[in-house]
């Protein structure tokens, strides 16, 4: 099912997608709109390609390794987002 | 007072003299790293990690999916070493490692050299370069995770995530291009040939555009004339000596894949993978001009 472009929801989305890429679980920090990679810690190269795909699959948008440069904080995701759904 | 003194001055710090070195990788980047690391007042990087010790946080910040964007975009370059590699990062980065000056060793330096060179007036950049054949045999491992992903693993492959995401700042052909309508159809081997070509072409067009600030040494007088190298390099990076005329160890021995080659050699491949190389390789010694 296709989620509606919200920056609450997005911010869920990303922060499922950690956590299922992290050995704990857990984050130290929730993930905000001022969230990027690094913060949370748990935000690192190997939870990257989780976030990348749980955006794709919550939002449905087939998403290009030329897309992931955008991906590396809550916002640029945001803005990316919103201009791919537009589209 | 020059641009370099000023903005330094501006933070406080000294000028710092930054150097690069630029390759397809599966060049012995590691160990060239923590040979220059060696040297005088130099803070040597692999890949942003302080002699290439990746178990301390990064000297520098890390770069990698730029790495892909910067190579269809000269703006997004420069937008990446305005951000990532300014005299002021590198001016801090210098001064936590308490050196004078800095030499980053990566392969991502290659797609950023045209802006780095324009960023940093004094910045020199040695390019490596390694025979096409020995490059796609190394670059790559066909089964399990690869520990080093310096190229394209075959589009069969599964890959860790780890993997996926060095594999998004890889450079790949431009949309709306050549390569890029034959690109699903290549396996492994000639992807890596376009790889080694492109990063090459990179180097070469560097030293087209500031011939007096970049030096293209072949990977196999690193590997078989060490001493022909370093003082080549020393005298290139106007490095101090470490006490040793020349660092212990040979770059071929310490290039070795942990697991071995899984890609045989070339006239294993296939005839169309062959032919490929052979002019990858062509294009290649007609393009460059090395100094050592």
Redesign the interface.
Request: glycine residues 6%; without cysteine; hydrophobic residues 45%.
């Given at each position: 099912m296709t989620a509606e472009l919200s920056m609450g929801k997005l911010c869920t989305v990303i922060e499922d997608g950690i956590k299922a890429a992290s050995p704990a679980g857990e984050l130290t920090e929730n993930v905000t709109e001022a969230s990027k990679m690094g913060a949370p810690r748990e935000w690192d190269s190997l939870s990257f390609v989780a976030v990348f795909n749980a955006v794709s699959e919550a939002f449905n948008v087939e998403l290009e390794y030329d897309d992931a440069i955008h991906f590396r904080d809550v916002k640029s995701i945001h803005e990316f987002l919103e201009e791919v759904m537009a589209a | 007072m020059s641009k370099l003194a000023g903005s330094m001055t501006q933070f406080g710090r000294k000028p710092v003299q930054f150097d690069f070195v630029a390759s397809t990788g599966r060049t012995a980047t590691t160990f060239l790293a923590s040979a220059l690391n060696g040297f005088g007042g130099v803070a040597a990087c692999h890949e942003g990690y302080l002699d290439g010790d990746k178990a301390q946080d990064a000297l520098l910040p890390l770069i990698?999916?730029?790495n892909?964007?910067a190579f269809t975009s000269p703006g997004?370059a420069a937008r990446a070493v305005a951000e990532k590699r300014s005299q002021q990062v590198i001016a801090g980065a210098a001064e936590a490692a308490g050196a004078e000056r800095l030499i980053d060793v990566a392969y991502y330096n290659a797609t950023l050299a045209y802006a780095l060179l324009s960023a940093h007036p004094s910045a020199r950049m040695l390019g490596v370069i390694r025979d096409c054949a020995s490059f796609v045999r190394s670059a790559t491992t066909l089964t399990g995770e690869d520990p080093l992903p310096v190229g394209w693993a075959d589009p069969a492959k599964p890959m860790s995530?780890?993997e996926?995401?060095?594999?998004?700042?890889r450079i790949?052909p431009a949309?709306q291009s050549a390569a890029k309508a034959e690109w699903k159809s290549w396996g492994a081997v000639r992807r890596n040939v376009w790889l080694w070509e492109e990063t090459n072409l990179l180097l070469c067009a560097a030293k087209d555009a500031f011939p007096e600030r970049v030096s293209l040494v072949r990977f196999e007088t690193f590997a078989k004339e060490p001493s022909a190298f370093w003082v080549h390099t020393s005298a290139f990076f106007q490095l101090k000596a470490s006490g040793a005329s020349v660092p212990a160890g040979r770059a071929g021995s310490v290039n070795k894949k942990p697991a071995g080659y899984q890609i045989g050699p070339q006239e294993t491949w296939a005839p169309g993978e062959q032919a490929a190389a052979q002019k990858s390789q062509h294009v290649i010694n007609e393009r460059a001009t090395y100094d050592c």
């Open positions: - | 990698n999916l730029e892909a964007q997004a995530q780890r996926m995401f060095i594999e998004m700042g790949r949309k």
